[in-house]
């Protein structure tokens, strides 16, 4: 598909239909996750709601919900744990929940949680669907949500948030709509750090169109024509779209043909449109407006100037190395026996996220996914502190499960239930135990 071909694909109705078995799907998985952790912490004597809404991260965005910022608390180490660490969104949102109805802060962290992980599940089948067709997006979303952490989009934190608006700008960026994927964006950089993942998936999208455009220029230069793979585009359109398995016979991979995209009249025809370019300007202009703005709000309210977001974070012993710190710790587990099997499982587990993005780029996934996915994952490894938490920062990291949700797609309907329904209960089981442990998730 070249570049003519990069045109806005409008929105099909019965979209919410087609999305159903996903949605459903994950609401059953989750129902399954919140029953067990029920049962779990009833038989300890705990509460379950209260480990959902009342614990960790999650009394931090009620306490700014309900006071505004300005909190910290002083260790005897010397660490400082400000809440300005805490970005906005979710606090907002808490508050207007409260204010509308007679929930609490931590009521209204629990509900947006709940409708935020519908809507990142909605989207991520959006995304799968619009790349490799609906059973394979019905697969991502149900994989999504059997991952072990999984618990954790039901808590009163901001991953859901992120992920759900994170998954709707990759998707207005592979359907060509740049200024709502510049919005998203926008609002998912205002949500948690990581949101520079987004941003740099929007902006290189934007500026690929631009590059090959500068690349097809020299070579018409040097008198020759640009090859196909010189020509392709990241936008995919649904009539090259793969429906893994939708039709009884269907071999997995087959183009679907018949859902050809119906452009509009009026739709430009060419990403080099100057319409089509202005919006891509614009796009990624909106982009790191949230987190930049909040960033430098944190560096005037300190005095640490633009950098003062980085002196807040230092103080919750918060950083990015590279994954020394890490590796360290990896490797501290090796020295008993005791603490040896987790260190393998945490090697295995590392080994596992690398292999996976390096098979998303072999399958040439877009390319708006493959630096969203890049920047999630060298983010969370990367980080200096809370080593524990790493598999909840990987939850965004959605199209690493890409390539899995093919190969089940592949699988017949009653074997690829049975693997997820097995995964799931175990899931629902290692959530319960986990959120039951003493240290956050």
Known sequence: MNDLDVRVVPTR???????????LGYAAVRALGLVVLALWSGARGKDAYTLLTARWDSLWYAGVAGSGYGHEVRLPSGDVHSDLAFFPLLPWLERLVAAVSPLS????????????????????????????????????????????????????YSESLFTALAAWSLYAVLTGRWVTAGVLAGLAGLTRPVGLAVVAAVWAAGAAPFLRARARGHVLARGR?????????????RSTALEV??????????????????????APHSADAP???????????LAPLGAAGYVLWVGHRTGGGPLGYLDVQAGWRNGFDGGYAFARFVAGTFTSLPSAPAGLALV????????????????????????????????????????????RLLLPAFPLLLPLALALARLRTPRSALVVGAVAAASAVYGAFWLNGSGPP
């Open 225 to 237: 024509s640009s090859s196909p793979r010189d020509r392709a585009s990241f936008v995919r359109d």
């Open 105 to 156: 802060y931590a009521d209204g962290g629990f509900v947006v949680s709940l409708v935020a992980s519908l809507a990142a599940a909605w989207g991520i089948f959006a995304v799968a669907d619009h790349v490799y067709g609906r059973r394979a997006g019905v697969c991502a979303v149900l994989l999504w949500a059997v991952l072990p952490v999984g618990i954790v989009q039901s808590m009163a």
């Open 348 to 391: 295995v587990g590392v080994g596992l996220v690398v292999w996976l993005y390096a098979v998303c780029v072999r399958q040439r996934q877009p390319l708006p996914l493959l630096v969203y996915a890049g920047v999630v994952t060298a983010l969370a490894l990367g980080a200096s502190s809370y080593f524990g938490s790493k598999p």
């Open 13 to 23: 109705p019965g979209a919410l239909r087609r999305a159903a078995p996903a949605l």
């Open 275 to 285: 319409g089509v370019r202005l919006r891509r300007v614009l796009g990624a202009f």
């Open 245 to 266: 398995g939708a039709r009884s016979g269907e071999r997995a991979g087959t183009p679907v043909i018949a859902r050809r995209v119906r452009v509009p009249k009026g």
